[in-house]
């Protein structure tokens, strides 16, 4: 693509002299190849400058900056650009990923973003689309090999993916849209029609450091982003619902209400059972009873979120939805059953890594917890330390039975993580191996007990440093459960 067409609605200081042929976009100048773009984008604590003598040794062809530069240029064609650089990025990737698929929907809040996004991907392959997610499990489509992302990849690399799903023949996508990727325009110049607020609660505070930074982070994607004319689904449980809902009616945005004070998306009744739950919903006045397979009253509000962006995206109520309901699968590392020793005790993984999510899985799992309820868990390093001994304290509060263990320590004492936890969980066992945490766990678990493996869920390595050990939840909990000939 010619470089006038890639930098089409962007404001440069420097005129360019040739107009050249550029045949890729890369923000990791380890990336760049021939004829390529390097994007030196800055950081909170890398300046993507240094990095510019490693592009051009590369064959960067046109290197792309804001700020001074004043070291070697070679042959490059250097531009330096006005204005915010990450909504520069944005605009640059989508001209240079045109073609994507027609119809996309975001899904923000604390928690619930990857059931909501997979959900919804689901239901609209029932109604006959090829159908998408992306998010923090990645990339979820039928014959797409799964791409390994952040919960929102940055502008080239979700654009390189849409284009992607595009050739594949991907008319439909369902995206997490995290606050941190929102306020870095990840998704701006994207054709969002539909979007969904599902909570919000304490997490991410170490980039924020207010809850009401964080917060407005998330509004954006109802202030800036969601295209004029769309739709916003909007959980009407939560105090921010009228904040919301009020930014939505000032731009012309259509809101659906969902949960237990719905106007559209009533929850009427969530009966839980061995094998999930019993659900009756009243949907655009309708009344429905369905068998749903997941457990927890938060899988009933997810479920529900998620039927109303697929009513919004399909026009309207569809009866084939509510028939798939009683199949729909949850999402890898949400309430994931590991397995169970022979005397009964079951044994699940779930990715609550937040206060409001632990305290949600625990009230859950009480419910179908005959004896003692176990979790294992703790609190990542280099990340919101405040919720810490809250954490501790839900635990302390819900559970019977806690082990303290790692989560992702990153460059911090993993031992000062778990003493800010324990100082409000006194009776938790400390043991900072997760794998021998989790063992410990199981080999304690008596008739009618239940253990939950907080804080990991899908993901399939522990953060040491810079070091990422190889482990997933799950698979080491089945390994486990084997030798007691109790897996299933």
């Not at 923000?108 to 689309?129: C, P």
């Not at 009480?366 to 309820?373: G, S």
Request: hydrophobic share 40%; glycine share 10%; with cysteine.
């Amino acid at each position: 693509m010619l470089l006038s067409e890639i930098l089409h609605g962007v404001e440069t200081i420097d005129e360019y002299k040739h107009d050249l042929d550029v045949h890729s976009l890369e923000l990791d100048s380890r990336n760049v190849c021939e004829e390529g773009m390097f994007i030196a984008l800055s950081g909170k604590t890398q300046d993507g400058k240094k990095y510019i003598p490693a592009a051009l040794a590369n064959g960067a062809k046109v290197v792309v900056y804001d700020g001074k530069y004043d070291g070697a240029k070679g042959n490059a064609e250097f531009i330096c650009l006005q204005g915010d650089m990450r909504k520069n990025i944005a605009q640059m990737a989508a001209n240079f990923y045109p073609h994507i698929p027609p119809m996309i929907s975001a899904i923000t809040g604390t928690n619930g973003k990857t059931s909501i996004a997979d959900f919804t991907r689901q239901m609209m392959k029932v109604l006959g689309h090829n159908a998408a997610s992306i998010g923090t499990v990645g990339v979820v489509a039928d014959g797409v090999e799964n791409i390994e992302t952040l919960t929102t990849p940055d502008s080239i690399t979700l654009h390189k993916i849409l284009g992607k799903l595009a050739e594949a023949n991907v008319d439909y996508v369902s995206m997490e849209a995290s606050s941190v990727g929102i306020e870095q325009y990840r998704m701006d110049n994207l054709p969002i029609k539909v979007a969904g607020f599902t909570n919000f609660t304490q997490d991410h505070l170490d980039y924020h450091l207010t809850m009401e930074n964080y917060f407005r982070a998330k509004e954006q994607l109802f202030s800036r982003i969601l295209v004029p004319g769309g739709t916003a689904v909007l959980n009407a449980d939560i105090k921010e619902f009228y904040e919301l809902e009020d930014v939505c009616k000032k731009r012309g945005i259509k809101v659906l209400s969902y949960g237990k004070r719905g106007k559209d998306l009533k929850l009427l009744e969530h009966i839980p059972h061995a094998d999930g739950q019993k659900f009756k919903i009243q949907i655009l006045g309708k009344i429905y009873e369905v068998n749903l397979p997941l457990i927890g009253a938060f899988q009933a509000m997810n479920v529900l979120c998620a039927v109303g962006m697929v009513v919004a995206l399909n026009g309207g109520m569809s009866d084939k939805i509510i028939e798939y309901l009683p199949h729909i699968k949850g999402a890898c590392g949400r309430l994931d059953k590991a397995g169970a020793l022979p005397n009964g005790a079951a044994v699940y993984v779930d990715y609550a890594h937040t206060p409001d999510a632990l305290e949600n899985v625990l009230k859950t799992m009480r419910v179908h917890t005959a004896n003692n309820l176990w979790v294992v868990f703790g609190c990542g390093g280099d990340r919101d330390k405040l919720k810490r001994p809250i954490m501790g304290e839900i635990a302390e509060k819900l559970a019977d039975k806690i082990v303290v263990t790692d989560d992702n320590p990153r460059s911090e004492d993993a031992k000062q993580i778990r003493k800010e936890i324990i100082v409000k969980c006194p009776s938790a066992v400390e043991i900072g191996d997760r794998i021998k945490a989790i063992e410990y766990a199981i080999a304690h678990l008596e008739k009618g007990d239940m253990l939950v493996l907080a804080g990991k869920g899908h993901e399939t390595g522990q953060k040491i440093g810079e070091t990422v050990i190889p482990m997933n939840d799950i698979d080491e909990a089945k390994k486990i459960l084997k030798k007691y000939d109790g897996s299933n």
